[in-house]
């Protein structure tokens, strides 16, 4: 454990973060990279009925006050499952039940239901950021031992932030994601440059072959998001998941999109319509958007059109991306068809203590080469892009 803290500053965990004034929030989170940090978006989750205890996410955000001011937070919670988190966990579970030991409840850093690199704590730039690390550090190692958590993870951590916490003593899991990055290009044709002539043919017949069927795509933000389309993106939404089964991952509940409706500053939906009905879309992805970082959430149609997913979730927002100057697009989750589309595997982590000392002296011993066989993996992907052989970046 690390130091206390200190007589001036107060410490409160709280189950709702509406009990968290936004301004006092926000002006901690809007100037980080990532949107799933900022108030709206994790107000909206709890209220929507999408992050609930009976659900296995008990919402239990850490807050670090001096007086009346924010100085410090983490959102938090208290996890009955690994399932939402997309660091998978499960065979950390299993053995702890073989040696009989409750690896639930946990406590867990992450946006729900976001695999999105950029989770950290929220502090004042005001403040020494090293020295408000360790305190809430140690009140979280203190809720958790008085509690008898099995442990604490921190999920898709922001690389910046990593130092912090491992030079405290936590272990790095090595894990990676599928991102796409602007190499300096002014228009979709310099992005289909890279590609060998296999798969750029490829990536031309996949667009081609939508424009043939007469739809197009149309990029709606701020004011011509309509609740209307919200709703339509839930069905489309839920209707992808359900194709999957128990597999869907439907973690979302429609009052959710609706609640969107409020954060549409951040909010992208590309949309694709059948030239002979403008007025409602046939499929749609959202997106969201933040300084030069696009993040793709979900997607659907109405209809099983061949090649439309492609478009809709990767090249369409790929071409908006080029527009609007950003610089990196993280697709989502999943890798099937990310590879052969420009995206390379980047690594990202996750950060863990278990306070049982058995999973703590397990992990240590194990970590380093599970870490490795990772690192293998990412090379291996990376060196079997259809890049052509002139492309260097």
Same mark, same amino acid.
């Given at each position: ?36 940090? #900022? +108030?709206?978006? =994790? ?6 009925? $999408?992050? @609930? ?6 919402? &239990? ?98 690389? #910046? +932030?990593?130092? =912090? ?6 272990? $790095?899991? @090595? ?6 990055? &602007? ?211």
């Amino acid at each position: 454990m690390v130091e206390k803290v200190k007589s001036n500053y107060s410490v409160t965990w709280s189950q709702k973060i509406a009990e968290i004034p936004q301004s006092a929030w926000d002006e901690l989170a809007v100037p980080l990279k990532t949107p799933f940090l #900022e +108030w709206e978006w =994790l107000n909206n989750l709890e209220i929507s009925s $999408s992050v @609930l205890a009976k659900y296995g996410w008990l919402p &239990n955000h850490l807050v670090i006050w001096q007086g009346h001011n924010l100085i410090a937070a983490a959102p938090l919670y208290l996890k009955g499952h690994s399932y939402g988190e997309f660091v998978f966990d499960h065979q950390w579970a299993d053995l702890a039940e073989l040696l009989e030991i409750n690896y639930y409840p946990k406590l867990l850093g992450m946006t729900p239901f976001t695999p999105v690199e950029g989770y950290r704590f929220l502090i004042s730039p005001a403040e020494d950021e090293a020295e408000i690390t360790a305190m809430m550090l140690y009140e979280i190692d203190r809720f958790c031992i008085k509690y008898q958590l099995s442990g604490c993870h921190f999920l898709f951590v922001d690389p #910046e +932030w990593k130092p =912090l916490i491992e030079i405290q003593g936590f272990a $790095s899991w @090595l894990h990676h994601s599928y991102i796409w990055k &602007n190499l300096g290009f002014n228009r979709f044709n310099d992005y289909l440059s890279i590609f060998n002539s296999s798969q750029r043919r490829n990536i031309k017949r996949e667009r081609k072959a939508i424009v043939e069927k007469g739809i197009q795509m149309q990029f709606l933000t701020g004011d011509h998001i309509t609740n209307d389309l919200l709703r339509l993106m839930y069905d489309f939404y839920a209707d992808t998941c359900d194709k999957f089964g128990g597999w869907g991952s439907k973690y979302l509940t429609k009052r959710f999109f609706e609640l969107l409706y409020n954060y549409r500053h951040r909010v992208i939906l590309i949309a694709a319509y059948d030239e002979n009905n403008k007025h409602k879309p046939i499929g749609m992805s959202f997106c969201l958007y933040k300084s030069e970082y696009l993040y793709g959430r979900y997607w659907g149609s109405c209809e099983d059109i061949n090649n439309l997913h492609f478009d809709v979730c990767y090249y369409a927002p790929i071409e908006w991306a080029i527009t609007n100057k950003i610089q990196i697009f993280d697709p989502g989750a999943g890798g099937k068809h990310k590879k052969r589309r420009g995206f390379p595997a980047k690594p990202n982590h996750s950060l863990h203590r278990f306070y049982n000392n058995y999973l703590h002296d397990i992990l240590c011993a194990q970590i380093r080469k599970v870490n490795e066989l990772e690192q293998q993996e990412i090379i291996e992907i990376n060196s079997n892009l259809p890049f052509s052989k002139n492309f260097d970046g």
